[in-house]
Each structure stands twice: as C-alpha cells, then as structure tokens.
C-alpha cells in the first residue's frame, strides 16, 4: 500500500494559517529552508493539496522571486509532481500539476492502492482534516513555531473524530522552531 504523509507549520496556539489566509509568520530561516530542500532532493512523493493553498504555491514557487529567494526549494517544488483537488478550479497551470474533482476520499483510496505511491499534503488544512477522519494519513510533521496569532484556522479544523498519535521523533531548528513528527496510534514505527 502507498503512503500519505502531511507536512504543516502551526503557531503555539494551534493555527496552520492566520485570519487572511496567510503564514508569512513562519520562519523560513537556513536550517528550515535546507530542510525543506533536502525533503524535495531525490523523493518521488507526489505533492498535494487543495485549492487555496495550491493557489497560494502556484502564485510563489514559479516566480523569479522564489528561485532567488529560496533556489533549492523552488527547484523542487517546480518539478515535483503535484496534484490539486479542487471541484471548482478549471484548470491547473503549474508544471507537474494534476487536477482531479472526483471524491477526495476514494481519489486517495485509489492512488494509495499503489504501494510505489507517496504522497504529502502541504497546508490544505480542510484535506488534512477530511483524510484525518477517514483514517488515511500515515504520517504527520508539524513544524511548531514559536509565535503565537490572536486569530487564525486551526489545523484540523472541521475534524469530526478524535485522532490519536503517537510522536516518533522530533527535531529543533536554532530558530526555536520544532518539528514534531507523529504516526497514528495504530502505527507502530
């Protein structure tokens, strides 16, 4: 069976995005950017998402100011393959870009059939939630900053079961951030 990873960064108060939809709050100092990097660098995962975060990508990772920016990571996030669930959007632009408007749930049922498959899912918070409840995330890694958002969306907003996980590793970036690194309970490491 294939596998289904989802990579987040969340404020100490449980939020993945702020009230307008943004995470310029993250901290995407050296450690965490070469992290990011070697995460892309050689991995077949396929990259997921939803709409608005696929929105949000596809408007930075192309753009000169990203291959300047953060050179590494926009080269892997350019070719990575990527798909976008969406039920609305018409097309998708960005290179390596699937768009599938079919049943999230059994869309992933059907890609995870494939033991060859990874797959991560990037922000997407409402996928991460909806996949959650249906018990097909085999790994999360949340990356916790050290800021906290008078307001924002938390990251399984609109969970309908409690999820249980077991923490399998960490790692502290000199930033203060923290990457936590969890399997469901029912997933021994």
Same mark, same amino acid.
């Given at each position: 069976?294939? =596998?289904?990873?989802?990579?987040?960064?969340?404020?100490?108060?449980?939020?993945?995005?702020?009230?307008?939809?943004?995470?310029?709050?993250?901290?995407?100092?050296?450690?965490?950017? %070469?992290?990011?990097?070697?995460?892309?660098?050689?991995?077949?995962?396929?990259?997921?998402?939803?709409? $608005? =975060?696929?929105?949000?990508?596809?408007?930075?990772?192309?753009?000169?100011?990203?291959? +300047?920016?953060?050179?590494? #990571?926009? +080269?892997?996030?350019?070719?990575?393959?990527?798909?976008?669930?969406? =039920?609305?959007?018409?097309?998708?632009?960005?290179?390596?870009?699937?768009?599938? *408007?079919?049943?999230?749930?059994?869309?992933? +049922?059907?890609? +995870?059939?494939?033991?060859? #498959?990874?797959? =991560?899912?990037?922000?997407?918070?409402?996928?991460?939630?909806?996949?959650?409840?249906?018990?097909?995330?085999?790994?999360?890694? $949340?990356?916790?900053?050290?800021?906290?958002?008078?307001?924002?969306?938390?990251?399984?907003? %609109?969970?309908?079961? *409690?999820?249980?996980?077991?923490?399998?590793?960490?790692?502290?970036?000199?930033?203060?951030?923290?990457?936590?690194?969890?399997?469901?309970?029912?997933?021994?490491?």
């Amino acid at each position: 069976m294939g =596998t289904l990873s989802t990579f987040n960064f969340i404020t100490l108060n449980g939020f993945y995005k702020d009230a307008q939809n943004d995470t310029g709050w993250h901290r995407h100092g050296g450690q965490e950017s %070469g992290f990011a990097s070697d995460q892309l660098e050689g991995r077949k995962s396929i990259l997921v998402f939803g709409r $608005i =975060t696929y929105e949000q990508m596809a408007g930075w990772w192309p753009t000169d100011a990203a291959l +300047k920016a953060m050179p590494e #990571v926009a +080269k892997g996030m350019n070719e990575s393959l990527k798909i976008v669930f969406s =039920t609305t959007m018409e097309s998708a632009g960005w290179e390596n870009t699937t768009l599938i *408007k079919g049943d999230l749930i059994e869309e992933i +049922k059907r890609l +995870k059939a494939d033991p060859d #498959v990874e797959m =991560t899912i990037l922000g997407s918070g409402s996928l991460v939630a909806q996949l959650a409840d249906a018990g097909l995330i085999d790994h999360y890694a $949340i990356m916790v900053d050290p800021v906290a958002l008078g307001d924002g969306k938390p990251l399984f907003f %609109g969970m309908k079961s *409690k999820l249980d996980l077991q923490l399998v590793d960490t790692r502290t970036f000199s930033s203060g951030v923290i990457l936590l690194n969890y399997v469901p309970m029912n997933v021994h490491p």
